[in-house]
């Protein structure tokens, strides 16, 4: 199974778990295909769908995109490109989800709290499959997203596929403008120091600025040690990691990582070096899961390789390629987001996940617990769970349950003990009395999982973090 992360939020793409080297203008044509132009001519005169010439060429670049076996080089028209580009601001319009492009579906991986998916009630593991009633799975990626993508303040309907559930579910929302800064910080005590903690959801046009300054505030808070955490984190620009490596890296002759690149007909390496004379004052922890992507995975491993820092979480996704946007000359509104090359760690190591060493691997492998991985719950109209059913959402509801404080099962049966949790529930909230979860109760559950969520204790990846300045 083919899995390539595309991190979209609010259904505008994050960085495309792309290592983002820029844009180049303008692409030299070729000479003409004589076999190739007889073969569109036949086509267009005898086929008996008919096909228009703007079909066949479309056809044939996806043809030419697919030969080459690779997910992330991809064809742009303007809109498209528009929505790739514009995911790398501090704020965006959209419907607050993250996806995962897996075996050509469209699967979504988180969703942003309180934003319009999240009211409407979308849920992680929901497969995309329709957009104001048109089918998209036919679509290329990006066509389908564009088709998502929309102004401030209108209407998008999205038909999903759910586990467990026979019908497709079509939701409803409108467009907003979410402010997803791509730093945000804080600080925590542990013990007797106060360790500073900084989160980057993408390696964006400000995050390096955004970042700089973030370190300079929590130095000048007087931090004992600082996490920066990567989770989730699908990639970005060159530049900003760069700039971000130069804040903790030192500059004694060794390279933080490489890049192996395809230009004017010849291979190439560049080399990137640390800026510092002396390695901080204090430590740093760098923490990924499996979804921190290319740039996320460049600064882990120079972090851990170069810096010798401790990387905590789990495996990352292993993407060891970088790509560069280049404006096509006979269509300057279109572009082709293309691989061309790839990058190693500061010991030469290629992280991707096809030939390479599949990611990059922490120093402290730390697993979430199922209660981390829960997600809220939302019924469609006069829906329902009750007594002696199973389903895949009475598992997810069971392991929130345990949380709670109760004892059941978590296999997705509703069992009397179940049964009487629920009970209990509606008893203590005045709530009418049945047993069955409906959508009342499904309200106590999901203010306990958002709750329970907030609060960083409860954060298994980042509480081993911390635990490291503890030692």
């Known amino acids: 199974m083919q899995k390539r992360i595309v991190s979209i939020v609010a259904f505008i793409l994050v960085v495309a778990a792309s290592f983002y080297l820029g844009t180049f203008v303008n692409t030299p044509s070729g000479e003409t ?3 190739f132009d007889e073969v569109m001519n036949q086509l267009l005169d005898n086929h008996y769908t008919k096909p228009t010439e703007e079909e066949l060429w479309q056809g044939a670049i996806d043809g030419i995109l697919d030969s080459v076996d690779d997910p992330y080089t991809s064809y742009f028209d303007y809109d498209e490109f528009d929505t790739y580009r514009s995911s790398f601001g501090e704020t965006y319009v959209g419907i607050g989800i993250t996806v995962v492009f897996q075996d050509d579906r469209i699967v979504v991986e988180e969703v942003k709290a309180g934003g319009p998916a999240d009211n409407a009630g979308i849920l992680p593991n929901d497969i995309i499959i329709e957009v104001e009633s048109e089918d998209i799975t036919s679509m290329s990626f990006y066509e389908a997203i564009s088709n998502i993508v929309g102004e401030e303040d209108t209407e998008v309907s999205i038909g999903l596929i759910r586990q467990g559930v026979e019908n497709i579910i079509t939701l409803t929302m409108s467009r907003t403008v979410i402010v997803n800064s791509t730093v945000t910080y804080t ?24 970042f700089t300054a973030a370190v300079l505030d929590l130095e000048e808070a007087g931090i004992d040690g600082l996490v920066v955490d990567l989770r989730n984190n699908g990639g970005g620009h060159l530049g900003t990691v760069v700039s971000m490596l130069q804040e903790f890296l030192v500059n004694d002759g060794r390279e933080m990582f490489s890049i192996e690149y395809y230009a004017e007909g010849v291979f190439k390496r560049d080399e990137f070096f640390g800026s510092l004379d002396a390695k901080k004052s204090y430590d740093i922890v760098t923490l990924v899961n499996g979804n921190s992507a290319s740039a996320s995975e460049v600064f882990a491993s ?3 390789e170069h810096g010798e820092y401790p990387v905590v979480g789990t495996t990352t996704f292993g993407k060891g390629t970088m790509q560069l946007d280049i404006k096509l000359q006979e269509d300057e509104s279109d572009f082709i987001h293309l691989t061309i090359g790839k990058w190693l760690t500061a010991d030469g190591n290629w992280v991707h996940f096809d030939g390479g060493t599949d990611g990059v691997i922490p120093d402290v492998i730390v697993e979430q617990s199922s209660t981390e991985l829960a997600y809220k719950l939302f019924f469609a109209a006069d829906e329902s769970l009750g007594f002696d059913t199973v389903d895949h959402r009475t598992e997810n509801l069971q392991v929130i349950l345990n ?14 003990e179940t049964k009487d949790a629920i009970i209990d529930i509606q008893t203590n909230n005045s709530l009418t009395i049945t047993g069955d979860v409906d959508s009342e109760v499904l309200v106590i559950i999901n203010e306990f999982l958002t709750t329970y969520k907030n609060d960083y204790l409860n954060d298994s990846q980042l509480a081993a973090s911390l635990n490291i300045f503890d030692e």
């Open 302 to 304: 120079a972090m851990q």
């Open 33 to 35: 295909n004589l076999v």
């Open 187 to 210: 600080t925590y005590n542990v013990g007797t120091e106060t360790i500073g903690y900084i989160y980057v959801s993408t390696f964006g046009d400000a995050t390096a600025e955004l």
């Open 403 to 416: 949380a709670m404080g109760y004892t059941v099962r978590e296999d997705g049966y509703f069992d009397q």
